[in-house]
């Protein structure tokens, strides 16, 4: 059974400042919360499931499961419709030097809508992508929405928040592709083996200092009437043709 401090704790979670100092973030459903079981560099602190999901799961460490029924998990979820199981998670660990060298990486300039981002990171685990670069403005990446829709891409990806035009400074060796409306058409893109790809802000797109500093401007061809297309959805076409 739940008691009042739990569910408190919970709920603070939501709240970027709590995640930081206690360094857990949360997960919901089965799929994301199996993944993440899985993998190697993400500690579990509590998981709180219904017996019909723990009782499907081979090996579970008994001392972190807590049982409950679907109205207390309704109490503390962050989901309209909870679903059978919601873990508290450290955050993962990644080696601290990043590694642009010979591979695509993201940049996300004001990338801040929870949804977005973590569609983004889960197109960066689909195509193999390492390291995400966000300015200091994006979204939080362990927000509870961007941790859903990245669904366990988050294990996998390593974001990092940084100030981009200092940071182009420092690795100006590493050339930039930033996506527009006036660039590059896709198609004529040579392939890319080494590079950083820059996605701007939902409706402001990527700011002109940043643009200033980019070698490449690449664009999705257009072929009928919308004015823009979303950030991940652009992220998603553009690195299924550069990887």
Known sequence: ?????????????SQKKLRDEE????????????????AG???LVQL??????????????QDAV????????????FMQTPNQVLGIFRKPVFPPALLLRNKISLMLDTVQDPGNLGTIIRCADWFGIQTVICSRDSADVFN????????????????????????????????????????????QLKQ????????GNESKGIREELLEMSQ????????????????????????????
Request: hydrophobic fraction near 45%; charged fraction near 15%; avoid cysteine.
């Open 1 to 13: 059974m739940l008691v009042k401090t739990q569910v408190k704790y919970i709920q603070s979670l």
């Open 23 to 38: 360094g857990v973030f949360v997960a919901e459903g089965p799929k994301i919360t199996e993944e993440l079981l899985a």
């Open 41 to 43: 560099n993400v500690d």
């Open 48 to 61: 709180f499931a219904e017996n019909n999901w723990i009782q499907k799961q081979a090996f579970l460490p």
């Open 66 to 77: 807590q049982t409950v029924t679907s109205d207390e998990l309704q109490r503390i979820s």
């Open 144 to 187: 509870p929405k961007v941790v859903q829709s990245t669904m366990a891409g988050i294990a996998r990806v390593h974001v990092v928040y940084e100030d981009l035009p200092e940071f182009l400074q420092k690795h100006a060796d590493i050339p930039v592709y930033a996506a527009t409306l006036n660039g590059t058409p896709l198609p």
């Open 192 to 199: 890319v083996k080494e590079g950083i790809l820059l996605i």
């Open 216 to 243: 490449h401007k690449v664009t999705i061809p257009r072929i009928g009437q919308a004015e823009s297309l979303n950030a991940a959805v652009a992220t998603g076409i553009i690195l299924s043709h550069i990887v």
